[in-house]
């Protein structure tokens, strides 16, 4: 490397963001072994480091206690060099991990269709946001969320349409946007 060039942000770490049931983690881990990085979900890390399951986070100790929890744990797995990193769904509503996010690498949006994703997710009863907001209208609050967080998913440097591809083509294609971008 040529000192004094500054990495660009293509090289260093890649960030999944997206809603629940985006496919951040097995989107992830697949492209962590195409590119032979290390991979890191920070919602694994989290339930490893307490012991408990999300659900049981936010039920036993609340939604700001893992929203802080979680903001530590992406300040700590930033600090990698290269690692592929999916995010929780949430993650993105923070400025300071927005702060560490675009500062440690390139950000990429796995967006989906909402019909897809509620497919995905509706009756899933390890997500505690999905059980909080599933009643007689819980199809629209969690389309609501959706809509409410769009804009924050649009920060990403790389906003990728996911819909109807398969993991694997996921993963190319965000090789080469990353390719491109360089
Ligand atoms: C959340 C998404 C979850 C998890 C937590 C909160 C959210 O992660 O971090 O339940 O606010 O969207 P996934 O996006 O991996 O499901």
Known sequence: ?????????????????????????????????????KFFDTDDLIIKELGISISQIFLERGELYFRDFESNMIKNV???????????????????????IKSSGVSIYLKWNI???????????????????????????????LVEREPFYERADIILDCDKMEPAQIVNKIISALQEGK
Not at 6 to 14: A, D, S, V
Not at 82 to 99: F, M
């Open 1 to 37: 490397m040529i000192s004094g060039r500054r990495t660009p942000k293509y090289e260093k770490n890649i960030y999944l963001i997206g809603f629940m049931g985006a496919g951040k983690s097995t989107i992830g881990e697949l492209l962590a072994k195409k590119l032979n990085r």
């Open 115 to 145: 019909q897809t994703l509620l497919a995905r997710i509706l009756g899933d009863q390890e997500r505690p946001l999905v059980k909080q907001k599933i009643g007689p209208s819980g199809k629209n609050e969690i389309e609501r969320l």
């Open 78 to 100: 930033a600090k990698n060099i290269q690692a592929v990193i999916a995010l929780g769904g949430g993650a993105i509503l923070r400025q300071e991990n927005w702060k560490v």
